[in-house]
T-cell receptor, first 114, second 117 residues
Framework: KNQVEQSPQSLIILEGKNCTLQ??????????LRWYKQDTGRGPVSLTIMTFSENTKSNGRYTATLDADTKQSSLHITASQLSDSASYICVVRPFTGTASKLTFGTGTRLQVTL | GAVVSQHPSWVICKSGTSVKIECRSL??????MFWYRQFPKQSLMLMAT?????????EQGVEKDKFLINHASLTLSTLTVTSAHPEDSSFYIC?????????????FGPGTRLTVL
């Protein structure tokens, strides 16, 4: 069964600090891996997308890495801000043709405090 | 970037009534739309896949007669929760697939919070 597991489940950091969220997946082969940010009571918003051949992708203070050999991805947030408080979800699209369904991780709930 | 809207953003209804949720792709045509349900502190769970002009494909365990899906146009899909009960209270999120350009991308709507009393 294709799975996507994320760690930690939750994280509290001080404003201005950096943090790294982890994603381990068993989906194989896969088409792409995305990191989404989901604010409470809102839909997910895409932060980064990487294909299996890409190792890193940045979007402002967000940097995602991908190791297709170990099936691991990470999302690094630099100089965190209060507005970064949200759930971060790792999502993998299997490479099974046009009908492939997204496989969602359970998310990491990040809280940035003063 | 592509935008997907949902209406209403929240709804409170009495047990036994039906509720319709709309999902629109605002600046692209979506041949495929997806409906998800999310319970507190859990990830999104796919309920059904909706293709324009054809019947929706429901995931195992999702009652098609209870969750009616209509995808009448390339920009609109609706989810109707029939005879809603308190256990149907959840956060419903739609997603629309944009096959334009180089990427096959799914964009998510802002979600609809359903509370059944």
């Amino acid at each position: 069964k294709n799975q996507v597991e994320q760690s930690p489940q939750s994280l509290i950091i001080l404003e201005g600090k950096n943090c790294t969220l982890q994603c381990n997946y068993t989906v194989s082969p896969f088409s792409n891996l995305r990191w989404y940010k989901q604010d409470t009571g809102r839909g997910p918003v895409s932060l980064t997308i990487m294909t299996f051949s890409e190792n890193t992708k940045s979007n402002g203070r967000y940097t995602a890495t991908l190791d297709a050999d170990t099936k691991q991805s990470s999302l690094h947030i630099t100089a965190s801000q209060l507005s970064d408080s949200a759930s971060y979800i790792c999502v993998v699209r299997p490479f099974t043709g046009t009908a492939s369904k997204l496989t969602f991780g359970t998310g990491t709930r990040l809280q940035v405090t003063l | 970037g592509a935008v997907v809207s949902q209406h209403p953003s929240w709804v409170i209804c009495k047990s036994g009534t039906s509720v319709k949720i709309e999902c629109r792709s605002l600046d692209f045509q979506a041949t495929t739309m997806f409906w998800y349900r999310q319970f507190p502190k859990q990830s999104l769970m796919l309920m059904a896949t909706s293709n324009e002009g054809s019947k929706a494909t429901y995931e195992q365990g999702v009652e098609k007669d209870k969750f009616l899906i209509n995808h009448a146009s390339l920009t609109l899909s609706t989810l109707t929760v029939t005879s809603a009960h308190p256990e149907d209270s959840s956060f419903y999120i739609c997603s629309a697939r944009d096959r334009g350009g180089w990427s096959d991308t799914q964009y998510f709507g802002p979600g609809t919070r359903l509370t059944v009393l």
